[in-house]
């Protein structure tokens, strides 16, 4: 390969590197050509890249921009997937994949300015999807809002019956009054 094609290569993943918002890497050992279209495929669906690149040439690409921590997972066989949005449905597809072939999955990844192993990434393909995440945290938030709601709404009653009680106390009293000083005066 030429020195100015691998430039170029090493530029790309470098720009790849830095806007992936997380970076799972996996180990594409035992996949046959058959295998990786089918996964690449798969991982189109859920907006991701998949790519196999040179271990040199990803070297090379993590050090210029500055994740020199990936370095270690990249040895052997190694795949990069470069993720814009949610990580952990691409995760999900692989392990998926990779659990079907009865192949080792992760190497590690790249999320949120830290390297998680093999085995975080793996709790990471447990969680539910993000949509999942946010119903659960939004409905944690919205009990007790629920729940002081229907407190207000009980004082609330409590505090009408009880003016309610006043006002017919008062009204009684009143009627008692009225109609006691007109007995005395007719008398």
């Known amino acids: 390969m030429a020195r100015e094609v691998k430039e170029a290569r090493v530029q790309e993943l470098a720009e790849k590197f830095s806007s992936a918002k997380a970076i799972l890497i996996a180990d594409h050992t035992g996949f046959n050509v058959g295998q990786m279209t089918e996964l690449r495929a798969k991982l189109r669906g859920v907006s991701v890249e998949y790519r196999v690149a040179k271990n040199t040439l990803s070297r090379l690409a993590i050090k210029q921009v500055g994740f020199e921590s990936l370095l270690p997972l990249i040895v052997g066989p190694t795949a990069l997937v470069f993720v814009k949005e949610d990580p952990i449905a691409p995760a999900k597809v692989i392990a998926e994949f990779a659990d079907a072939a009865q192949r080792t999955a ?19 393909v447990d969680l539910p999807p993000r949509e999942v995440l ?46 006691g000083g007109t007995e005395e005066n007719s008398e």
């Open 106 to 124: 992760f190497k590690g990844a790249y999320l949120d300015g830290e390297v998680l192993t093999a085995e975080e990434v793996g709790r990471l």
């Open 134 to 179: 946010l119903a659960q945290f939004v409905s944690g938030l919205a009990a007790p809002l629920a729940s002081f709601a229907g407190l207000f709404r009980e004082l609330l009653r409590r505090f009408v019956a009880t003016l309610d009680q006043i006002a017919q106390q008062q009204g009684a009293a009143g009627d008692e009054a009225a109609g």
